[in-house]
């Protein structure tokens, strides 16, 4: 069964100063509270130290991960 899931995206660099102003103030509305409340998280995959690169590039190349692979720059 569907949920019916709606993703939508932009790419800001072509718009008006006014629409960038707006698709900020909608996330800041919409989408900021449903990430505070945990509603709305991102899907991570793993989280890897820098050094770990290749392996992490090596990750993404196998196109098995779901989520997201993070480098942490700390």
Do not use: H, N, W
Request: proline residues 5%; neutral net charge.
């Amino acid at each position: 069964m569907s949920k019916r899931l709606r993703l939508f995206g932009t790419v800001l660099r072509p718009r008006t100063r006014e629409e960038k102003s707006a698709a900020t103030s909608a996330f800041v509305a919409e989408v900021v509270p449903l990430l505070a409340s945990g509603a709305v998280a991102p899907v991570i995959e793993t989280v890897l130290p820098l050094s770990d690169a290749e392996q992490a590039y090596e990750l993404l190349a196998s196109d098995t991960t779901f989520g997201k692979v993070i480098l942490d720059c700390r």
